[in-house]
């Protein structure tokens, strides 16, 4: 398999992906002096088998912005974003190749405890999947497994605002979340992963399975969490990337094309096969 | 292509009478089998149900007397027997599933394993007889007790349990796996707190029918010589015992390798003797142990049914 993969990289030349400097800084420019990226993915090549799903992808995801990946199916997008927290582990046959880190920490190095990453680094998934338990412990379970220490009754009701579920279950925490509708899945979802107060929230196509309304609440919300969390977004619809996120990248066949602030991005990109995408030419 | 479709030759009446005449056909195959069904039991309850009373369940078997003649060994011998078999087959059952579904890699390993637990499913009862005997009747010495052929059925239902109990785990979604990691779980506490409940109900109806076949089986309890004549019931009394915690094990470990007899053999010998009498006894201990298989049987269906009620995903 390494030997694959060095034929590969000795006769497709990697195109050099276009990250504008500053863009980050500029951002942050008038507050803080610029923050440390949250994640620094370096060269970045993820194979399953003999298939690449992202080659050399090299970018930085800063902290407290929404960082949405676009690009069609099948070019990595869900890849690269369940590399952050390793949930590629459970796929068999995967090899990584390159360096991704979350702040100071090797992602894929022995001394990484996923299970330690997974907490600092939730997640939500493009089906809604509640466990079939109760809309209370679905909330609670995961601080619990985790040793949390405060009270959980208020930590359950705090998640649940904080998904702008609240005023919806707050008399039926009982009840099997099964019974829930699929935006309220979804955002029970979001106060899962919110409780045990991660500090990223990676997001997997998060509306793809919703209608328009439950779509636009959770647009809102991811508004809102971004106050709090850093937040990392992948979809298909360019609308929800242009809506609601600050910079996005542009993933085409496992390769990073361009990344920038969205505005720019989506108005004045600087590689032609983002121009297509963006317009509808293709994917 | 022409809009009218010219081009088809619908044949809608007869295609119609094929579907029917299939359905009509299964109709009377799954008819035939219920029949067959139906004249056994009417059969062996119109010879059986005039001897069953309580006295029969009672009493202790008895060569000369038929009258006199019970069912009572048998039948604790039978709970004896598959309560130890639930003991090691369960356990060891659900673990190697657990191992299979959730850990093992994927490898030819792990395809051999399987393949070969497939395999044993389908091995002949008597061929564990076999086995039995070897191992825990000569072997390990064990003797032709309670404990022999517990262990023996235990090795029969075996395989059972670990296909039963995989496709339940294989049945729960990996959505649900996968929230857990996410949530920054073990892999223990995904399964312990998620995986195995949501296999649970399937894993439990599993194993009640495996427990079930090994209730019924006769032919590896003979092969290991278990008795069709036992005077005593295994464990039948406490008398001698010390009233202590190692009183309670000595009682446990004589009555484990005490000799004993089960249902299906009890009622293959009364079958095979001369008086009539006796056969009458053989269709009445049939309808014991029918009862027994059923009620067991009932469970699992009640449970399934419950769980269809309870849907968790």
């Known amino acids: 398999m390494v030997e694959r993969a060095r034929g590969e990289r000795s006769f497709v030349a990697p195109p050099t992906p276009v990250v504008r400097e500053g863009a980050v800084a500029a951002r942050a420019a008038g507050e803080n002096p610029p923050a440390e990226p949250v994640f620094r993915i370096r060269e970045l090549s993820i194979q399953y088998g003999a298939f690449t799903a992202i080659r050399n992808v090299t970018l930085d995801i800063p902290e407290r912005q929404v960082t949405a990946i676009i690009g069609p199916s099948g070019c990595g997008k869900s890849t690269l974003l369940r590399a952050l927290n390793r949930m590629n582990d459970f796929v068999p046959h995967m090899t990584v190749r390159g360096q991704a880190y979350y702040r100071d920490q090797a992602i894929y190095s022995l001394r990484c405890d996923p299970v330690e990453l997974r907490r600092r680094v939730g997640m939500v998934f493009q089906k809604p999947n509640p466990f079939p338990k109760s809309i209370y412990k679905n909330v609670a379970w995961g601080a619990r497994i985790n040793g949390y220490t405060g009270a959980l009754d208020e930590l359950v009701e705090r998640s649940l605002r904080a998904a702008a579920l609240w005023d919806e279950v707050k008399d039926k925490l009982d009840e099997s979340a099964l019974n829930l509708s699929g935006g309220q899945q979804q955002r029970l979802c979001i106060a899962r992963a919110v409780a045990i107060q991660p500090d990223v929230l990676l997001m997997d196509e998060p509306c793809s399975a919703l209608d328009p309304i439950a779509t636009s609440r959770i647009e809102d919300l991811i508004d809102e969490l971004k106050t709090r969390f850093t937040v990392v977004l992948v979809t298909h619809n360019m609308q929800q990337a242009a809506r609601v996120s600050d910079l996005t990248a542009f993933l085409l066949m496992g390769e990073l094309v361009e990344m920038d602030d969205t505005s720019r991005l989506f108005t004045k990109p600087s590689d032609q096969r983002t121009q297509d995408y963006i317009t509808g030419r293709f994917g | ?313």
């Open chain 2, 1 to 313: 292509m022409s809009a009218g479709g010219a081009q088809f030759r619908p044949r809608l009446q007869a295609r119609r009478t094929l579907g029917w005449l299939f359905a009509a056909v299964c109709v009377l195959f799954s008819l035939t089998s219920l029949l067959v069904l139906g004249v056994l039991l009417v059969e062996v309850f119109r010879v059986g149900w005039p001897a069953l009373s309580w006295t029969f369940i009672r009493n202790l078997p008895s060569v000369l007397f038929p009258e006199q003649a019970g069912i009572w060994t048998a039948l604790i011998g039978s709970i004896w027997t598959v309560a130890i078999t639930a003991l090691a087959a369960i356990p060891l059952g659900i673990g190697a599933a657990v191992y299979l579904e959730e850990y093992a890699p994927r490898n030819w390993l792990t395809n051999a394993i399987s393949i070969n637990i497939a395999n044993l499913a389908g091995v002949p009862s008597i061929v564990y007889g076999i086995l039995g005997l070897a191992i825990f009747v000569r072997w390990l010495e064990f003797d032709r007790s309670v404990l022999s052929g517990g262990l023996t059925l235990a090795l029969l239902v075996l395989p059972v349990i670990i296909i039963a109990s995989r496709e339940a785990l294989a049945a729960v979604p990996d959505s649900v796996r996968q929230a857990a990691y996410a949530v920054g779980a073990t892999r223990w506490q995904t399964i312990r707190h998620h995986v195995l409940p949501a296999a649970l109900p399937g894993i439990i109806t599993g194993v009640i029918l495996a427990l079930s076949r090994a209730v019924g089986e006769a032919a590896p309890l003979i092969m290991i010589g278990a008795l069709a004549y036992v005077t005593s019931v295994p464990g039948g009394s406490f008398e001698g015992y010390d009233h202590s915690l190692a009183g309670v094990w000595s009682w446990l470990r004589d009555a484990m390798l005490a000799d004993f007899s089960a249902m299906p053999i009890q009622i293959y010998n009364w079958t095979d003797a001369p008086q009539k009498e006796f056969h009458v006894l053989a269709a009445a201990g049939i309808i014991v142990l029918l009862g027994g298989l059923l009620t067991m049987n009932a469970v699992a269906v009640g449970i399934r049914a419950w769980r269809q009620v309870h849907r968790t995903w």
